[in-house]
Each structure stands twice: as C-alpha cells, then as structure tokens.
C-alpha cells in the first residue's frame, strides 16, 4: 500500500523507556542513520546515574532526544514532536514535556497492572480519553510483535523481548525514511559472532519496518530532506569523543608525547576509555588510585616532557586543586579537563550543569591564576582541546578545559577538519643554560622568562647543564632558588598574574553577532548553551527583533575586546546554567550592570524559554 | 627532546638499563650550591652524604637522575642533590614520580619521604606505587615524629607518646612501615639506618639493581622532637639488631649467639642458636614469592628493638609498570596499519574520522 509522504523541516524525537530497553543504543542508531542521511541534528542523552535502577520505576526513566532538520540547527529541540514510550513509567516521565497533537507511539504490552502501579497510575492511561484526544496516539503491542516476529529463531524468549528495541528503531526508521544500511552493519559488527542473536535483531528491525509499511495505523510517512551543510567530509561526534581527538591531536601537533592520569567519574570516564584505546599514538593512559594521584601523575609527566592531561568532574577538580597550585607555582604546562555535572558534592552525576567556572578560575589557595577555556558544542571540544593545549604549552602553565555533562555526551555532525588547518603546537625545551651564549656565565635560571611570553623554560629531566630543582615554595625570580624575600614574593606573585593575563594578547577578539547591526541588547554566554542561546537568538530575530549575541571561549583571561563590546550595548543578558557566575566576573571586572538568566535544572536550556527571556530584556530596554 | 631509547649497558644495575651510562662521576658532582638547612645533629644530615657519595656508583648521568619529594624535613632533600628534583606537596611524591617513570623510562627517579608524609597524608599513594611496581625507589625516613610542623606524634611514634598535639598521650597504634611495604605487595622492602653509612648504601644498591618499585624505611634521628628513638639499635653491637643477608643464617645477641625458628603459625621466635639443630634454624632467603616470611620477620620488632632486623626483607622480580606499559604501546604501533608510527599524519586523520562518514558536495 502507498502511503502519503508529509515534508517536513525538522523533527524532535524522544525514544524513553527503562534503563535495561536499549534507548541509548536505539536513539544512537538513529542519530547514525540520520547524519548518514545527510540532515543537521543535535542529541540529548538522559539516563539515571544508577545502572540498574529497578526496572519499571521512573527513576529508571532513560531517555534519547534527537532533533534533525532540513537546515542548520543549534540544540537538540525543546519539545518532542514524536515520542515513544516503551513502558507506563516512560509514558508518566516524559508526557509532560509533550505538546498537544505530538505523536505518542507507546508499547501497549509494558502497560500491565504491576508496571503501571510502578508508574503511579492507579488506571491505564490510554483507557482514558483525554490522551487519545490530546495526542495522535499509536498504540503498539511492540513486545509481543517483536516476540512473534522472532518465533523461528532459537533463542530465549527473554532474548527475543529484549530485541524489541530494534522493532522499534525499525519503525521509527521507516517512519522517517532513514537508511538502513549503516544499522544491519553495526548489528552485524556486534552480534556477528552469535549469529542467533544477530539474526534476531536484524528480523526485528525488519518486522519493524514493514509493520509501518502495512499497518493502517501509521497512514503518513514523514521525509526531513537532507540540510545544505558547507561541502566537506562529515561524521556525528560527542564531545567527550571530540575531546578525545583533540588531545590525540594537539599530542601530534605540538610533538609531545600524551599522558593522561586520570580516575574514572561520570561524566567524564569516556575520555580515559577513549585515549585507552590509542596507544599506537604513543598515547600513556594511567588509571590512578584517586584524583589526586591522577592529577599529580600527570604533573610528573610534564615534568618530564609530555603533553599532560588529567580528565575528571567538578568533586574530583575539588581533589585536584592542590596540585594544580603546584603546577602554577612550578609553571609546567598541564591540562585539566572539568567535564562539569550538577553539583554541589555529588549533586546529579549525569546530569549538566555550568557552576564550576568560579572553582576553574579561583578555586585554590593564594593568588593562583589560571588560564580557562570552554568548549560550546560537541564537536567544538575538539578545538578546545586544542586551544588548552596551545595555552599550557606556550605559557608553561595549567589550564582548565570546561565542558560538561550536556557536551559531553551529546553528539553533532561535525565537518572533519583538514590535519594541515590544525594550528602547530611545536613545543621547545631548553637545551642551553641560556639562549644567549654570551650570556651564559652564572649558569642555567629556571626562571628567567621568555620576555614576549614570561614563559620559564621547560628543560626537562635529561639535559645535560640545565639539572634544577623546582616546588611550590616560592622561587626567587629568574634563578628559582628557594626565597622568602617579601619583595621578590610580591614580584613573583604580580608576575604570574601578568604571565595569564598576557595570554590575552594570543586569543581572538570576540566576536559579536548582529545580522542588522541595530541591537541595543546583546545576549552573552560561555560554553555549552552556544546552542541554546543561538536558537534563542534566531527565534527573537525572525519575531522582528533585533538582538546581538556573542559566546566566550576564553574565561580566563577574557579576550582583550570584552570591554569595548559589552559598553556598546544598552542591556546585556547573561545566561547561565549555574547562579550567575560569568554575571559576578563581568560586574567586578568591567563594572557593567549585566542582567542574569539563570535555570540549574541540570539539562540544556529551552530555546523558547530564553527567547522569552530575551524579548523581555529588549521591551525594557 | 633528549635520546629515551638507550641500549642496554652492560653490567649494569637492572632498574638502569634504559638510562644513559657515565662514570667517573664523584661526590662532590651530586652536591648543590644551596646551603643544608637542617637542625644539628639531624639525622638527615648522615642520609644525604650516604646519598650523595652513593650516587656516582650508579654511573648514570646526573641529568638523568631525579628526585622527587613531598614535605617534610626530610623532603627538603632534592634541593641539595645536584640532578633534576622536585619538591612537591605533602605526600603526593609517589604519584608524582610515578608519572614521571611511567613516561621517561630513560630516568633514575628517586622519591625521598618522611613517616608522615608517606604514611598518613600519602599513605594511599604510597600503597598503590608499591602495587604498580612503577620503577621508582622510595627512601622513607623515619623519625617517629613530625619535625616540621614541631613536634606532634606520627603514624609511627609508639602508643601512648606525648606531644604537643597528644599531651594526655596519643591514642593510636603506630604502623610498621615495613609490615604496610609488605601488605601492599611490595616486590621489594627494605630497611636501614641513617648513621651505618655501608649498610644504607648496600641496600640503596640493592634498590637500585631491583627492577620496579622498592621502598626503604630508614631509622632517622631527630634530635629536635624525638631524640634517640632508635637508641635501642644504633649500636652495631646492639642485641636486638638483626642483619639479614640473603642465604646466610640468621644469627644476631652476643656473639651471634641467637637465631630464628619457625614457630606456631608461620610466626619467627628467638631462640639461643644452642638451643636446637641448627638445621631448624631459618636462613635468610629474600626472593620467597610468598610474603609470609618477610611478613613474619617485620612482625619480630615489637617496638621496643628487642629484634630488628635490617636489610633487605624481599626482593621478588615482577615486571615494572612503566615496562608492561611501554610493551603495550610497542605492541599497538607495531599493530597498526600505518606503518609511519605514531607521527603519520594520515593515521591522525583517519582516527578523527572514523568509520562513518558522509560527504557534503
Ligand atoms: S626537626 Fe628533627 S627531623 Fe627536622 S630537621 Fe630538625 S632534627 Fe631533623
């Protein structure tokens, strides 16, 4: 039977459904299919911190929300146009972020009495009417399908019930018309050695697919065409991957071998997995005992020459901060990678947040200046990466990379850079007492700077003449013998301020983006709500009004420019995933009266919500 | 960046045959112009020049020597030894040094530690090097009290001690730091004592030939804050005192006229070497897989020096960390498809990319 085809420009998907249904796996296979395809898409992972949380419970609600488009898109949407709830609790977590007329696909054979009092409902919802009337519902018995579908393949019926995420999937990919190819290879990849299993995942994305086709139910399938991108070679990407990369990178770009110390936290353990794979990049992963010996194992390698890197998460940055001061007083370059979560203490482990920032730049004892960065999307982790890379590297000094939990497991399609268009790194250690051999007499000075930069030489273990001690007492300047002079401490803690904030001079001016040149009001945020604000934007503008928005990869120091650009705007508006703590930075630094929007509900912002709160800040204005 | 991959020399010590040779080194080339800053009369003072006068006999560069330390009186050590050092934080050397071992297997890296500094603010790092097998060396001195911060009991000072921060009497037990080495599976644990310079350098020779982690507990006197709390053994002649050398029976007391027997439990007892066979007296064997006996021997010092042994307890081969790591790497280079190595453009590329692309026209 033929059926209608709608176009569409762009949809939300929402796949929910108990932590043990598969929904990570299925919502990442549609999104597979769907960058394959060719549309721009956005990803917003959601899942309980406990790995098996009894099952049927709404704490055991996992969720996938992907939001694809015919043209380029900024978040992963704020509504779902389409979900799919494979159990009574799904249905009760997630009805409530569903607008009127979205389409409701629900398993029907999850809907017994026992998972429905799981859920909380004393009744079965879709008895009622008022679902049936607010929703285009589609109710599925995708279970016992799944089950029946599988009748002729030899495994158990536990098996058979678990491959009901692929009917699903199957569905949904025929719904959508996304290819298929790209799911039976990776099912083949991952059950090819048992090849039952295999075939009963393949059979059930099929049965899944054609009961869109025939069934009476499913009447109109839906086409998103292909988003015009910028020509090149694409792939989707998280940005804990993307961090990955960009470390493996900034390693081959700056020479330096990779070590990365690191103890696992969520949500940023799938770095150190990642890196472990790729020790044919002479990339050193040390899993250490705690924080502490992770951050300090990474401090000893720099000492020794590596590019250093320790991942972790805002209670483990906590554990860190004291080596981290060493590593300012000592001055050996060293990424630190916060991949922020809902805090404060353990706060929500999977959950996204932004309130580390004031801990990144203040968060050790004394005047401890360090450099900040941030990524904005998934794929911008990358350069970020990158970016701290070539700041610790050039300056001899730890810097904070901030992503976060949204970020890091949130994907995008990301245009592969050319190798040859990454920046070069190439790091120098010293190899004379001095560069200049006139000027060689009194031996080497592991505190003499490089003049443009205030670098101190990095001369590693191993070099003959330049043998030196280095710790965190303070160091007299230039010859970096222990000193408890009160003049050369007020020299030397001005000098390290002025060294970070000299790192100003390398970055790029900020830039604001105003399409009509007219805003009075400029929207200005820091990391991973580029997205959100940048939806906000769009909606604000085509409602007619203009307004200007510019985001900060550089926390710390600010790009040179920040000044002149926030005292040419009327109003500024701050959104933040945390209280307001950019706001508290551009107050004290720039004495400018900023207006905050905060929400630390430990997901992304809603695009509609900050529209909201933009048009609000311009009728005032 | 400065040669890593050195052949092997040929007799040297085990833990140096990736670290450049050179001999003809002396004492005084291990001195620094900084000025030792320790109280008179501090033990330190004799670690150091054993230390020092050690060194040239490992005939390894002193560019390629490190020493890394925590806080701590003791841990002011690396700025008076000319090499490479760091002076770190409070009880973090261990994890410092293992980074460094871990990535430049070219180096002789040495972490120089104190009682409270290893043992209670490091005590988790300390455990876990000694786990890894990193290839490291520790020299824990233990003077039984903290120094620096003036005077208050350590995780070694003896139940019951008065001090500033314990005027009642402190309330916990002490550990043996030998015992803990042991536990955490040390391959191997060893111990001396800061005024019998040969003793101490034997045994830092021994580290030094010892591939992997080695740690070494040395009595030091502070004179300051706990003077003579090693008085009961200081004596070469002293009767507690046990002087283990591997295959020798172990003989100690006036004129060596004691031994050890195998007791109840797997327990060691002194007895008068007169008293049975001497064919049921132990010999002393180091490289015993099982840490039983080494753990039996450290259990003999009750506190008090009755017996004491010093030396070295265990020594067992297990590979290093930093080796296993380093094969690993080899391995996955050789492995791989891009015959380059680890520099090729193309394998980057290929990485960033992954296997499912699409293209944009
Ligand atoms: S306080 Fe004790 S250990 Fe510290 S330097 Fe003085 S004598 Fe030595």
């Known amino acids: 039977m033929t059926k209608q085809v709608q176009e569409l420009d762009h949809v939300i998907i929402r796949f929910a459904g108990d932590s043990g249904d598969g929904m990570q796996l299925t919502g990442d296979r549609f999104t597979q299919e769907t960058a394959i395809f060719g549309n721009d898409l956005s990803t917003l992972p959601n899942f309980p911190a406990e790995i098996r949380a009894p099952a049927g419970t709404l704490p055991g609600v996992s969720s996938f929300q992907l939001h694809f488009a015919d043209h380029d898109i900024l978040t992963p949407g704020d509504a779902p146009d389409v979900l799919v709830a494979m159990n009574p609790a799904a249905l009760a977590a997630n009805l409530k972020d569903l607008p009127r007329g979205a389409d409701l696909i629900v398993n029907t054979d999850e809907f017994t009495k026992r998972n429905l009092s799981k859920a909380g409902y004393d009744a079965n919802p879709l008895d009622d009417d008022s679902i049936a009337q607010a929703y285009s519902l589609h109710p599925v018995p995708l279970t016992s399908l799944t089950v029946k579908a599988l009748e002729d393949i030899d495994i158990t019926r536990k098996d058979a019930e678990r491959a009901k995420n692929m009917f699903a999937l199957g569905l949904l990919s025929w719904l959508y018309g996304r290819p298929a190819e790209g799911t039976l290879a990776f099912l083949e990849a991952k059950f090819g050695k048992k090849p039952e299993v295999y075939k009963a995942n393949v059979t059930a994305f099929q049965a899944g697919w054609s009961y869109g086709e025939t069934t009476e139910d499913f009447s109109v399938r839906y086409e998103v065409k292909a988003a015009s991108l910028a020509r090149g070679k694409y792939r989707n990407i998280t940005g804990n991957t993307a961090l990955s990369y960009g470390l493996i990178a900034a390693s081959k770009l700056s020479k330096l071998p990779l070590f990365l110390g690191s103890y696992p936290i969520t949500p940023a353990s799938d770095v150190l997995h990642e890196l472990a794979k790729h020790k044919r990049f002479g990339v050193r992963t040390f899993q250490a005992e705690d924080e502490i010996a992770a951050v300090g194992s990474a401090l000893g390698a720099a000492f020794g020459g590596s590019l250093a890197v320790t991942t972790t998460s805002g209670p483990g940055m906590v554990l860190k901060a004291e080596t981290v001061g060493l590593a300012v007083s000592v001055e050996l370059p060293l990424i630190v990678c916060d991949i922020q979560r809902a805090g404060p203490s353990t706060g929500m482990p999977t959950k996204t947040e932004q309130a580390d920032l004031l801990m990144a730049l203040f968060g050790r004892n004394g005047e401890s200046p360090v450099p900040v960065v941030a990524a904005a999307s998934p794929s911008d982790c990358f350069h970020a990466a990158i970016e701290a890379a070539r700041i610790a590297v050039t300056y001899r000094t730890p810097v904070v990379l901030l992503s976060d939990g949204y970020l890091a497991n949130g994907s995008e399609p990301w245009r592969i850079p050319e190798i040859s268009s990454l920046p070069d790194l190439s790091a120098e250690f010293a190899f004379t007492t001095s560069p200049n051999p006139a000027d060689n007499g009194g031996g080497f000075q592991p505190f003499r700077r490089d003049p443009a930069t205030l670098a101190r030489p990095w001369a590693i273990p191993g070099t003959p003449g330049l043998e030196h001690r280095i710790g965190g007492i303070e160091k007299a300047d230039g010859a970096g013998s222990i000193s408890y002079d009160p003049v050369n401490h007020d020299l030397m803690v001005r000098t390290r301020q002025a060294k970070i904030d000299g790192i100003a001079a390398s970055i790029p001016d900020l830039e604001v983006d105003d399409p009509d040149g007219d805003a009075r009001v400029l929207v200005l945020g820091w990391g991973s709500t580029y997205g959100s604000i940048g939806a906000a934007a769009r909606r604000v503008r085509r409602a007619g009004h203009p307004v200007a928005q510019a985001h900060l990869r550089h926390l710390n120091p600010f790009p040179a420019n920040l000044g002149d650009v926030l005292r040419r705007y009327d109003k500024i508006l701050v959104p933040e995933i945390n209280l307001g703590q950019l706001a508290l930075l551009l107050r004290g630094k720039f004495l400018v009266d900023v207006i905050s929007y905060n929400r630390v509900r430990g997901l992304p912002f809603r695009a509609a919500e900050l529209a909201e709160a933009i048009e609000e800040v311009i009728t005032h204005a | ?361």
Not at chain 2, 43 to 51: E, K, P, R, S, V
Not at chain 2, 125 to 153: P, S
Not at chain 2, 202 to 217: K, N, P, Y
Not at chain 2, 351 to 356: E, V, Y
Request: aromatic letters at 8%; glycine letters at 8%; hydrophobic letters at 40%.
């Open chain 2, 1 to 361: 960046m400065p040669n890593t991959d050195i052949p092997n020399g040929s007799s040297r010590l085990r833990s140096l045959t990736l670290v450049p040779h050179e001999s003809g080194l002396a004492t005084r080339d291990f001195k620094s112009d900084q000025e030792v800053r320790w109280c008179p009369g501090c033990g330190d003072y004799a670690i150091l020049a054993a230390f020092q006068s050690f060194l040239p006999s490992l005939e390894v560069p002193r560019e390629n020597i490190v020493v890394v330390s925590g806080i701590g009186c003791s841990s002011r050590l690396p700025y008076y030894v000319n090499s490479y050092g760091m002076h770190s934080i409070h009880g973090r050397a261990p994890a410092i040094a293992s980074g460094l071992a871990a990535s430049r297997r070219d180096l002789s890296v040495w972490v120089i530690t104190g009682d409270g500094d290893a043992l209670s603010i490091g005590g988790n790092h300390l455990i876990h090097a000694l786990r890894r097998n990193v290839n490291i060396k520790i020299l824990l001195f233990n003077n039984r009290i903290y120094g620096l911060t003036k005077g208050q009991y350590s995780p070694t000072s003896e139940r019951g001690k008065v001090t500033k921060s314990t005027p009642f009497g402190s309330l916990d037990e002490p550990f043996n730091p030998v015992s803990l080495a042991l536990g955490a599976g040390a391959s191997f644990v060893a111990r001396s004592v800061d005024s019998d310079r040969k003793h101490l350098q034997s045994v830092l020779r021994a580290a030094a030939d010892h591939e992997g982690a080695a740690f070494i507990e040395v009595f030091q006197n502070c004179p300051i804050f706990n003077d003579d709390a090693f008085a009961g053994v200081k004596q070469p002649s002293a009767p507690g005192l046990i002087r283990l050398s591997h295959g020798s029976p172990i003989r100690f007391g006036p004129e060596e006229s004691m031994g050890l027997t195998l007791g109840a439990y797997g327990a060691l007892e002194a007895v008068p070497a007169s008293s049975v066979p001497s064919s049921s007296l132990v010999t002393h064997d180091e490289t015993l897989e099982d840490p039983s006996y080494a753990f039996a021997l450290s259990r003999l010092d009750n506190g008090d020096f009755s017996h004491t042994p010093i030396g070295v307890f265990r020594s067992v081969e297990r590979p290093s960390y930093d080796s296993l790591m380093a094969s690993q790497i080899s391995e996955a280079q050789a492995a791989s498809s891009h015959t380059d190595g680890d520099g090729d453009v193309d394998a980057l590329a290929a990485l960033i990319a992954g296997n499912d692309t699409w293209e944009v026209a």
